[in-house]
């Protein structure tokens, strides 16, 4: 099983980026896919999930109405569009998968950097 993620890299207070994770391995409708990101010196947070048909999704409160998780289930994709990005949403984000969803995750890609600069 693989996850990868891309799209990350630096931007300025205010820009936006669009996160993809690419899965393959796995059945991947079979899975909820959430984005966790770790900033220097912190745990690592989730900061958006969605469930395995893209009807449901839990955003963090730091990132409700800027950010955006969607999947394509036909690609094996899911996305992050973040705008109005701020300093405090530099990180390294990854995706995850899980079967269920509160259940332990199952399959975690390899991260990708998110800088964000004033």
């Known amino acids: 099983v693989q996850l990868q993620a891309s799209g990350g890299g630096l931007v300025q207070a205010g820009g936006f980026l669009r996160l993809s994770c690419a899965a393959s391995?796995?059945?991947?409708?079979?899975?909820?896919m959430g984005w966790f990101r770790q900033a220097p010196g912190k745990e690592r947070e989730l900061v958006v999930a969605?469930?395995?048909?893209?009807?449901?999704?839990d955003y963090g409160d730091s990132v409700k109405g800027r950010f955006t998780i969607s999947r394509d289930n036909a690609k094996n994709t899911v996305y992050l569009q973040m705008n109005n990005l701020k300093l405090e949403d530099t990180a390294v984000y990854y995706c995850?998968?899980?079967?269920?969803?509160?259940?332990?995750?199952?399959?975690w890609g390899q991260g990708t950097l998110v800088t964000v600069s004033s």
């Open positions: 995850a998968a899980r079967l269920r969803w509160r259940s332990e995750i199952r399959y």
């Open positions: 391995g796995l059945t991947f409708s079979n899975y909820v």
């Open positions: 969605i469930s395995w048909n893209g009807g449901i999704t």
